[in-house]
C-alpha cells in the first residue's frame, strides 16, 4: 500500500497550527503551562502525521488513541528509526506537560526553561516530519 500523503498534511497542519499559537501565546501572555501543553499537542500531532503517512488511521488504531509520545514515537520508528531515535527522551519530558492541562495536587511549576525546550523541541520535530512528508511524492 503506497503513502497517504493527504492524510498526512492533514495533522501536520493541525501540529503546525498548536505550535504557531504556542509561540504566539507564550510572546503574548507568557503564560508557561499553555505553551508547553500546546507544543506537547503540536509534537503529538506531527509524529501521528507520519503514521497516517504509512496509512495507520490513528482513529482505527486503539493504541495509538494515547497522549504518551513515546509510545507514539517507538511505533513511528518502526518506519524511520534513525531519523525519530534522537527525539525518545525529548518525547518523554514533552508528555509530562500535557498533564499540565487540568488541575492537580501538586502542580508542575513549569518554569520559562521549561518552555523554551518545549517550543524548540516540538519545533525542530515538526521541521523533521515537515521534510519526511515534502519528500513524498
Known sequence: MGKNKPAAEIWLIKAKEDLAFAKAGWQESKIASVACVLSQQATEKALKALL????????KTPSLKTHRLVDIIEECKKYYPQKLEAFIDDCEKLTVYYFDRYPAEIPLGIT????????????????LVDKIISEET
Open 52 to 59: 497516517e503517512l504509512e496509512n495507520i488511521s490513528i482513529e
Open 112 to 127: 520559562e526553561e521549561d518552555v523554551t525546550f518545549a517550543l524548540n523541541t516540538a519545533d525542530k520535530i515538526l521541521q
